[in-house]
Each structure stands twice: as C-alpha cells, then as structure tokens.
C-alpha cells in the first residue's frame, strides 16, 4: 500500500489533527467542521495533547467535542494529558464517550474490506542520532532515556503485532527531526525520539506515522526507512483536521 495525498477514489482517508488542548472555554471550536467528517475521512486520529492539564473535567470535554461522530475515533495521551496524574481516568472519560485509546497498543479497523490497523503511543524524548540522551550517568537520566525506549520497543511490538493490510503509527513525540523544523534546536530531545522511527522503520506496511507535540514544528517529513510522517499540532495544521489518503491498491503478501 502506498501513500498518495494527491488522489481521491479507492483510498483510505485518515484524518488526523493532535494538540486541541481543551477545556471549557473553547468548546465547540471543532466541532462544526467534525460533524460531516464522514463524507471526507473514513477515521479521525487524535494525536495528544487532547487536554491542558490532564483533568477529567478537560477530558469532558473531548469526549463532548469528538465523540459521537460518523468515523471511529482512535487516540492517545500526549505529556498534558498525563499533567495531573490521571490517564487513567482522562482515558476511562474519552473511552466513555466512544473513542479509543491506545497506548503501546493497536486497533484494526475495516475500511471498504482494507484492514488499517493502527498502533499508538505516547512516546517520549531523548533526540535524535548524533544527539541523543543514553542510559548513562545518574539515576534520573537512565529513567528518562529508559522510558524512552521502553515505550518505543512496546510501540513497535504493538505494530508489528497489527493482523491488518496497512499499518498506520500514532505518536505524540515525534519519530523525525524533519516536522519539528521551526522549534529551537536546543529542545528537540524533548520533541522526540529517533526510537520511535526505528519502531517504524522495523515494521513492514507502515504506510504513515502521525503525531503531534511540536507545535511550532513543520508538517511533513519521513523516516530514514522512507515512510511519510505528518505533525497534525493543530497550530501547525491552522485547521480542525487533515485528511491524508493511503492508497488501497494492494499488492500480494
Ligand atoms: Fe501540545
Ligand atoms: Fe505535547
């Protein structure tokens, strides 16, 4: 399967937006151009950062602004969603209100008989090759580099374990440091990680990966493996959500 965002007819249609930080004050700013979501994606992915804080309250919010829609809806928590200690109760909130929650986990949906199956997680820090953090020195540095990629060997496995036709990579941090473009260099190790890529790349039928966090960042970059990656920030796509158009012309296994 390959991925085309030039074509329309016999495609996949996954839209994608991340970093809608809700609460109450800016309820309904997406909702108007989510209600005919239907007739122009076949799936929204919500690629963190869905709240500021992480509260429940905040997560009603999502719930109330996304859920209930013509398309499944597939998430996963970003660092403001963890804030106040709670993905938990943020994920139990968003899964009441009918949509989806992965974290090092996957989901397949059938589209028109194609079986897209998507894996997500939140993914973490530490850079990118050449300047990257190592499990080296203090305790607190291994943690963070060992959460790290901790959550990128999970996510991959989580992919690679996906029974489906295309595979699709929702993250929060970035895989690439091509769509964070436009951040100051000196934080990119807490924009991404080159693990998560590496997940990517490892897993054949990645047709895209999706994430969000950088929200001064650039939209498009790929994977050293040459598959297309889309930062869907809301601050960066200016719009309610992106669609991107994954091919359904298969080819035999
Ligand atoms: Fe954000
Ligand atoms: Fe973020």
């Known amino acids: 399967?390959?991925?085309?965002?030039?074509?329309?007819?016999?495609?996949?249609?996954?839209?994608?937006?991340?970093?809608?930080h809700l609460d109450a004050d800016v309820l309904g700013r997406y909702r108007p151009a989510l209600e005919h979501i239907g007739?122009?994606?076949?799936?929204?992915?919500?690629?963190?950062?869905?709240?500021?804080?992480?509260?429940?309250?905040?997560?009603?919010?999502?719930a109330e602004e996304f859920g209930g829609l013509a398309v499944p809806v597939i998430a996963i928590l970003g660092n403001h969603d963890h804030h106040c200690d709670q993905p938990a109760e943020v994920t139990k909130v968003l899964e009441d209100g009918g949509i989806t929650v992965l974290e090092c986990s996957g989901t397949v949906l059938d589209v028109d008989g194609v079986r897209v199956g998507v894996a997500g997680t939140k993914g973490f820090g530490g850079g990118f090759a050449g300047a990257c953090a190592s499990e080296f020195g203090e305790p607190e540095m291994k943690a963070f580099t060992r959460h790290s990629r901790e959550l990128a060997e999970r996510f991959g496995a989580a992919l690679s374990a996906l029974d489906a036709d295309v595979r699709i990579a929702l993250t929060h941090y970035s895989p690439v440091?091509?769509?964070?473009?436009?951040e100051p260099l000196e934080i990119y190790p807490f924009l991404g990680s080159y693990l998560l890529a590496q997940a990517i790349d490892a897993t054949p039928g990645v047709g895209l990966a999706v994430h969000g966090h950088a929200h001064?960042?650039?939209?498009?970059?790929?994977?050293?493996g040459g598959v297309p990656v889309r930062n869907v920030a809301h601050p960066v796509i200016k719009q309610a959500y992106n669609v991107y158009q994954l091919s359904s012309v298969l080819t035999p296994a």
């Open 177 to 182: 440091p091509e769509t964070l473009l436009g």
């Open 39 to 62: 007739d122009k994606a076949d799936m929204l992915l919500l690629a963190g950062d869905l709240t500021r804080h992480g509260t429940a309250d905040e997560a009603h919010c999502v």
């Open 216 to 224: 001064a960042g650039s939209e498009r970059g790929t994977t050293p």
């Open 1 to 20: 399967m390959t991925f085309d965002e030039g074509s329309v007819n016999g495609c996949v249609r996954v839209a994608a937006v991340g970093d809608v």
